[in-house]
């Protein structure tokens, strides 16, 4: 009789043991990605990289995401005789400021799906994010254009004061260095804003490493 009631005892141990360590797990895998997923709609990329493997981040492009987008719009901005480190600092906190904006609005929200897999430690979301293809550099260029013009007719004497004493390249400097707080706000209000969203589904698959649960994998798909 004995035996049968530890036997009974110990098999309902097993049993509770068992279920609240997959219950366990859905709780912490479900707050982890739904960490990651605050940190990629917030735009806080570097943080999101930190709780995925090489792999799952080089999916998602994330890997030092800002520096290199920074990089790359710097460069945009820079010409065989002007360098970024030229312009002035109320520029330059200005397209450090839009390159926030834009990272903000790469994903617009997201939706996690009720598929929870504990088996595979799989759990889905449907994440909402820019169609950058709608991006249209022609009219960026035209926005330019037209605020370079206003700037250059409004501020004729000084630029050419500027241009008799220091050269074309201190000209254009101040030029850029006068339109680019204002190009920066049109291009945020006038296109980033406006701009259309898409549809994905990530499918995100999760490790534990050294106790803390990682998101070792991504598939994207098409939110069909």
Known sequence: MMKKI???VLGLFLVV???ACGSSDKKD???HTETFLTACRDGDFAKAEKFCSVEAANTLKITNFRKTLMNTFTKSLETSEIKFSDYSETTKKAASNFIDDVLK???RSYQMNDDYNNDKKTVS???EYLDVNSFSTIQMTATMRNLVTDYT??????LQAIYTSKGRSEMLKSIIDGVAPDYFKK???DYLD???AKKQKWIMTLVKKDKTWVINKIIITDNT
């Open 153 to 158: 007719n409004a501020h004729k004497s000084e």
């Open 17 to 19: 043991g068992l279920t």
């Open 125 to 127: 979301a449907v994440v």
């Open 105 to 107: 609005a790469i994903i």
């Open 6 to 8: 530890l036997t009974f």
């Open 194 to 196: 406006k701009m259309p």
């Open 187 to 189: 291009v945020k209000t």
């Open 29 to 31: 895998v479900l707050a």
